[in-house]
């Protein structure tokens, strides 16, 4: 009997206090924040991330604007490539292919900027400079020639940015001598 009534005061007393923390310890409205505290101690730099690669950006295959037939003398045209940026110029690595009709049954050939062609008759140089945004393409006919010559009928730009070569896709290759289908194969450009 003892235990039980000892039982009994604990209950009593235990009960309501109980129920008065739990009815009054929580309210329905949340108080104001207080203020944030001061900033923290600046971490521990992390390890050095991996070389990143960037998107090779192709232009679509678009027509030449030079005269046919062409004048003795330099002629150019200038075209948009909006993502011709500063650090594309200064970082990054440009290639401009020309594709010439070769034979009346479609045929053509692909040449990567600057070249030169020569018809036996006329030697024509064809570059490209690059300024913010835009290429400019450029053919040079040093002399006039009784020779009737084909010009390149389309174009094609093709942007890589700075490190983009080392994509563990092997060793380091030189584009600037590699051919469209080459350059075309190594970044997966489709036409």
Excluded: H
């Excluded at 009737?148 to 380091?172: D, M, Q, W």
Aim: hydrophobic letters at 35%.
């Amino acid at each position: 009997m003892k235990q039980r009534f000892k039982y009994l005061i604990k209950s009593c007393v235990l009960l309501p206090l109980c129920c008065s923390v739990i009815l009054t310890g929580c309210s329905g409205e949340d108080g104001m924040d207080g203020a944030d505290g001061p900033q923290g101690e600046q971490g521990l730099p992390g390890p050095v991330g991996e070389t990143g690669v960037g998107t090779v950006i192709y232009s679509d295959w678009f027509p030449t604007q030079f005269p046919d037939p062409l004048p003795v003398g330099t002629s150019s045209f200038t075209v948009n490539a909006p993502s011709l940026s500063q650090r594309m110029i200064d970082e990054g690595i440009v290639l401009v292919f020309a594709k010439l009709e070769t034979e009346s049954d479609g045929t053509f050939a692909l040449w990567q900027l600057p070249f030169e062609l020569d018809s036996g008759f006329v030697v024509r140089e064809y570059q490209f400079s690059m300024a913010l945004n835009e290429l400019t393409i450029s053919v040079n006919r040093p002399a006039p020639g009784t020779a009737s010559f084909l010009l390149a009928e389309e174009y094609r730009y093709v942007l890589i940015p700075g490190g983009t070569e080392n994509s563990g896709k092997g060793a380091n290759k030189d584009l600037n001598t590699m051919t469209y289908e080459e350059v075309a194969a190594y970044f997966d450009i489709q036409d």
